[in-house]
T-cell receptor, first 113, second 112 residues
Framework: EAGVAQSPRYKIIEKRQSVAFWCNPI?????LYWYQQILGQGPKLLIQ????????DSQLPKDRFSAERLKGVDSTLKIQPAKLEDSAVYLC???????????FGPGTRLTVT | GENVEQHPSTLSVQEGDSAVIKCTYS??????FPWYKQELGKGPQLIID?????GEKKDQRIAVTLNKTAKHFSLHITETQPEDSAVYFC???????????FGTGTSLTVIP
């Protein structure tokens, strides 16, 4: 079974630029999560999808972050405009349903200069 | 919301010794407690989990214990090996919204 795929693996941008991350969850997994992991900290949930609907986005900075999962499979997370404090690893995870264990992708390391 | 605290932040053990990492949580309604291992440059990998109706679970050299009354759970690694060196995260899932809250991580170093 293929794991959660993410791209790109690394991205360096200047502040005020925009960036997008892509995630392909494990086949058949209805629930998809985006997390932000700042160096030295645990992952923090940004948004949770159930199929193509948003379950929770209470910690997503909606003035600059957006995410979508149009067909209930792949998802993209966008930041526009980026700030220095957005430098972090962005992790995507998926689970069959939200009550089951979740599996993480390798993450995208974003550096904002 | 849920608050998960994890200790210690760093841990060094000699190869073959045991390692214990402890977490506490605040929401008594949390019902699922996974542990993840994160190696450098990789995403967290689920290594063991426990549900609120179970007090202990073991998988080879790894075990997790849960004390619901005290709201704490622990990861035990026995006969540690150098390849156990990594950052370990605990997490708690809340019943409302099925959201996961993570601890701040423990950097484990196993000295050969």
């Amino acid at each position: 079974e293929a794991g959660v795929a993410q791209s790109p693996r690394y991205k360096i941008i200047e502040k005020r630029q925009s960036v997008a991350f892509w995630c392909n969850p494990i086949s058949g997994h209805a629930t998809l999560y985006w997390y932000q992991q700042i160096l030295g900290q645990g992952p923090k949930l940004l948004i949770q999808f159930q199929n193509n609907g948003v379950v929770d986005d209470s910690q997503l900075p909606k003035d600059r972050f957006s995410a979508e999962r149009l067909k209930g499979v792949d998802s993209t997370l966008k930041i526009q405009p980026a700030k220095l404090e957005d430098s972090a690893v962005y992790l995507c995870a998926s689970s069959r349903l939200s009550i089951y264990e979740q599996y993480f992708g390798p993450g995208t390391r974003l550096t904002v200069t | 919301g849920e608050n998960v605290e994890q200790h210690p932040s760093t841990l060094s053990v000699q190869e073959g010794d045991s390692a214990v990492i402890k977490c506490t949580y605040s929401d008594s309604a949390s019902n699922y407690f996974p542990w993840y291992k994160q190696e450098l440059g990789k995403g967290p990998q689920l290594i063991i989990d426990i549900r609120s109706n179970v007090g202990e679970k073991k998988d080879q050299r790894i075990a997790v214990t849960l004390n619901k009354t005290a709201k704490h759970f622990s990861l035990h690694i026995t006969e540690t090996q150098p390849e156990d060196s990594a950052v370990y995260f605990c997490a708690a899932r809340t019943i409302t919204g099925n959201q996961f809250y993570f601890g701040t991580g423990t950097s484990l170093t196993v000295i050969p």
